[in-house]
């Protein structure tokens, strides 16, 4: 028995060893865990509003001028930054720069040149929801 703990004692301080110094140990648990709740609560937060804009934002179109990776990325789904110029209700077009997640399924879709489905937020022009 007294073996079995030296060996388990073993193993977590070798698994310790392979994850970063500020998630190591108990501390660095909840902290992890923390953390995933927040940003849990925020893609839940960014889901909402991007529901609320679709819902009764003002329709436009935007064309696509470029596309950059930020790097990151949200349940294996890219986060891009989009240049845009957004047109909405016969008004003149203006450039934005917009990040969102966008699938890899749908990726293909976003490239410099494609015309896109906007809603935009009838308070600030500078935050829309694409698709």
């Known amino acids: 028995m007294l073996g079995m703990i030296k060996d388990m ?3 977590k301080k070798q698994a310790d060893r392979l994850l970063p110094p500020e998630q190591r140990g108990l501390r660095g648990a909840m902290r992890g865990a923390r953390e ?3 940003q849990a609560t925020q893609m839940l937060s960014d889901l909402a509003d991007a529901a609320a804009l679709r819902a009764n934002g003002r329709p436009g179109t935007a064309t696509i001028t470029a596309i950059r990776e930020t790097g990151l990325t949200i349940n294996e789904n890219p986060v891009i930054d989009l240049d845009l110029q957004v047109s909405v209700g ?3 077009p ?3 720069t917009h990040r969102q997640t966008i699938s890899r399924l749908h990726l293909g879709n976003f490239q410099p040149g ?3 489905p906007v809603h935009v937020d009838p308070a600030d022009p500078a935050v829309l929801v694409v698709g």
């Open 94 to 96: 203006y450039a934005l």
């Open 9 to 11: 004692l073993k193993m």
């Open 90 to 92: 016969g008004n003149p």
């Open 36 to 38: 995933g709740a927040a």
């Open 114 to 116: 494609a015309t896109v």
